[in-house]
């Protein structure tokens, strides 16, 4: 599978974004996707994860919590990170990544065999 994520840009903090991960091949709805991002100097760090199977089956890092949802659009090969009350911590690189084993949600980078390539996130205080 090949991923391509989208939909970065600079914003000011309070602000909202909708990133997207496009993906090809025909397996796509049974990949659990995870959205993982970095931040200039860190280490590259898990943000959220959603199930092959979509739904309520969600995961998310503290960071995260109540402020992104990560959602799923099988019949259109995308999965998507609604990210809310944006702060300046945020800003990083945010990548997408693909786990074929259909089992529970990971969050390292370990868990995922398949990248695409990072969008960038900025947000301006």
């Known amino acids: 599978v090949q991923l391509q994520a989208s939909g970065g840009g600079l914003v000011q903090a309070g602000d909202s974004l909708r990133l997207s991960c496009a993906a090809s091949?025909?397996?796509?709805?049974?990949?659990?996707i995870g959205w993982f991002r970095q931040a200039p100097g860190k280490e590259r760090e898990f943000v959220a994860a959603?199930?092959?199977?979509?739904?309520?089956?969600?995961y998310y890092a503290n960071s995260a919590k109540g402020r992104f949802t990560i959602s799923r659009d099988n019949a259109k090969n995308t999965v998507y990170l609604q990210m809310n009350s944006l702060k300046p911590e945020d800003t990083a690189v945010y990548y997408c990544a693909a786990d074929p084993r259909r089992g529970r949600l990971g969050s390292t980078d370990n868990d995922y065999g398949y990248w695409g390539q990072g969008t960038q996130v900025t947000v301006s205080s």
């Open positions: 959603i199930w092959w199977g979509g739904g309520s089956s969600t």
């Open positions: 091949g025909r397996t796509f709805s049974s990949y659990n």
